[in-house]
């Protein structure tokens, strides 16, 4: 299985991004997607995460400014990301669950997007 993210780039604080995340596995719409991010010297952290039926969750931090979808047909997780700050600034992989519900667990990751986002 192969994920591509994409949609990165530097914007200012307030500005808008979407991120996608292309997946080579047909059976895509079986499982969970999620994202995730990494800024400079921390750990990763759980952004999103959309289930096979589109049930969603988010971590506190981007609730009610970022947005998780999916288009099925086209085997693509989206990450709407609005009223961006400069906390935001990291570097965003998407991952695929292991199962289609939102188990926590991921079996295959992305290379990573870099957001950037000034103040």
């Known amino acids: 299985v192969q994920l591509q993210a994409s949609g990165g780039g530097l914007v200012q604080a307030g500005d808008s991004l979407r991120l996608s995340c292309a997946a080579s596995?047909?059976?895509?719409?079986?499982?969970?997607m999620s994202w995730f991010r990494q800024a400079p010297g921390k750990e990763r952290e759980f952004v999103a995460a959309i289930s096979w039926s589109g049930g969603s969750s988010y971590d506190d931090s981007v609730k009610g400014r970022f947005t998780i979808s999916r288009d099925n047909a086209k085997n693509t997780v989206y990450l709407q990301m609005d009223s961006l700050k400069p906390e935001d600034t990291a570097v965003y992989y998407c991952?695929?669950?292991?199962?289609?519900?939102?188990?926590?667990?991921?079996?295959?990751w992305g290379q990573g997007t870099q957001v950037t986002v000034s103040s």
């Open positions: 991952a695929k669950g292991t199962s289609g519900y939102l188990n926590g667990k991921y079996d295959y």
């Open positions: 596995e047909r059976t895509f719409s079986r499982y969970a």
